[in-house]
């Protein structure tokens, strides 16, 4: 007598997942799509000043090798108060590095939700979607949705007026920092 | 029973907003529950208030209250859920309601163009002539196909 051979469940797959702060608000990012964390004290040596009008979130490019990465204010990005950030996540395969306050611990998701489409405005790029973790509802954060190819293309000619007093005074951590509300 | 009364007669759920009470097609309500908590998080999309967990979906709460009455709510004694369709798909919606909901059957009229758009008809009930509402006009959602949706790999992986 023959038996079924037994029907494997589909693997449960999972993601790491790092859960930061940003002015007291929770978000997910994946841990793959996060290339380094730094200090904002670390970077500010390589920092220089940028200003683009009308794209208040950005105020600082950072120099790594032949790259520029642009540090945008999660606070300001997702309409939050402001407060004073601490580290940056630098965004693997984005220009993005990322100035937020800090990371609240790692963990795991094992679903990730799409978000509801009555959020039908510019969350949808915000986010990959909405996990449940610890009976929380939790954002994951896309990468790519914290700058537009026109607001890339606006950066790259945007002048950058504190570059050679920035790098000459290297230790000015308050470069990056954010002035609190 | 006269068999020519019910011929266009439908079930509907009559909820109150403050004063007033509505009237939604009982086959576009999931169910009825009571408030628990409500996950902020940020967006741009006005009326959309956060979304609660409810058996394994994240909902959405829309509160309608401004658009219909002109006022939010200061108390909320339940969600109602409603299946709000987006195109070929469909999903929960969350609406805060004052009070209790009453199932009933009646006849309805249809909305007219003077009608705003989240009126789908009229019904009679009790002496009062009451609007049904028509949750995909209601309650906010993509204009047109989604185009700016990002691609969830791991949506519904558990299942």
């Not at chain 1, 990959?128 to 973790?133: D, K, N, P, S, Y």
């Not at chain 1, 950058?160 to 050679?164: D, K, V």
């Not at chain 2, 079930?11 to 004063?19: A, C, P």
């Given at each position: 007598?023959?038996?079924?051979?037994?029907?494997?469940?589909?693997?449960?797959?999972?993601e790491?997942?790092?859960?930061?702060?940003v002015s007291?608000?929770l978000f997910?990012v994946?841990?793959?799509s996060?290339q380094e964390?730094?200090s904002?004290?670390s970077?500010?040596?390589?920092?220089?000043?940028?200003t683009a009008?009308g794209?208040?979130?950005?105020?600082?490019i950072v120099r790594?090798?032949?790259?520029?990465?642009?540090?945008?204010n999660?606070a300001l990005h997702f309409?939050?108060?402001?407060?004073?950030?601490?580290?940056?996540?630098?965004?693997?395969r984005?220009?993005t590095?990322?100035?937020i306050?800090g990371i609240?611990?790692?963990s795991?998701?094992t679903?990730?939700?799409?978000l509801?489409?009555?959020?039908c405005?510019?969350?949808?790029?915000w986010y990959?979607?909405?996990?449940?973790?610890d009976q929380?509802v939790?954002p994951?954060?896309?990468?790519?949705?914290?700058?537009t190819?026109?607001?890339i293309?606006?950066?790259?000619?945007?002048p950058?007026?504190?570059?050679?007093s920035?790098k000459a005074?290297?230790?000015?951590?308050g470069s990056?920092?954010?002035p609190a509300e | 029973?006269?068999?020519?009364?019910d011929?266009g007669?439908q079930?509907?759920?009559?909820?109150?907003?403050?004063?007033r009470?509505?009237?939604?097609?009982?086959?576009q309500?999931a169910e009825l529950?009571?408030p628990?908590?409500?996950?902020?998080?940020?967006?741009r999309?006005?009326s959309v208030?956060?979304?609660?967990l409810r058996?394994g979906?994240i909902?959405?709460?829309?509160?309608v209250s401004?658009k219909?009455?002109?006022?939010?709510l200061?108390?909320?004694?339940f969600?109602?859920i409603a299946?709000?369709?987006?195109?070929a798909?469909?999903?929960?919606?969350a609406?805060p309601v004052?009070?209790?909901c009453?199932l009933?059957?009646?006849?309805?009229?249809?909305?007219?163009?003077?009608?705003a758009?989240?009126v789908a008809g009229?019904?009679?009930?009790?002496?009062?002539?009451i609007?049904?509402?028509?949750?995909?006009?209601?309650?906010?959602?993509?204009?047109?196909a989604?185009?700016v949706?990002?691609?969830l790999?791991?949506?519904?992986?558990?299942t």
């Open positions: 007598m023959q038996f079924p051979a037994p029907s494997k469940s589909p693997a449960l797959r999972t790491q997942i790092i859960l930061f702060r007291g608000q997910a994946s841990s793959g996060v964390v730094r904002v004290d970077l500010a040596g390589s920092a220089a000043e940028i009008p794209l208040k979130k950005v105020r600082h790594r090798g032949d790259k520029s990465l642009f540090v945008v999660a309409g939050l108060p402001v407060t004073s950030g601490l580290l940056v996540f630098v965004l693997r984005t220009r590095a990322l100035l306050d609240e611990k790692m795991t998701m679903r990730l939700q799409a509801p489409q009555a959020f405005n510019e969350e949808r790029t990959r979607g909405v996990t449940a973790l929380n939790i994951v954060v896309n990468p790519e949705g914290f700058l190819s026109e607001e293309a606006l950066l790259e000619h945007s950058t007026p504190g570059a050679s920035v005074a290297g230790s000015s951590i990056i920092h954010e | 029973m006269n068999p020519r009364n011929l007669s079930s509907f759920v009559l909820l109150r907003l403050g004063d009470r509505f009237a939604m097609v009982a086959s309500i529950v009571a628990s908590r409500v996950f902020r998080f940020p967006h999309t006005e208030e956060g979304v609660i058996r979906r909902v959405p709460v829309c509160d401004e219909l009455i002109g006022k939010n200061l108390t909320r004694r969600y109602l299946v709000r369709n987006y195109g798909k469909s999903e929960w919606v609406l004052t009070g209790e009453e009933i059957a009646a006849e309805m009229s249809p909305a007219t163009e003077a009608d758009p989240y009229w019904i009679s009930h009790d002496g009062n002539v609007e049904v509402l028509n949750i995909d006009a209601l309650t906010p959602g993509p204009v047109s989604p185009s949706c990002v691609p790999e791991m949506q519904e992986a558990a």
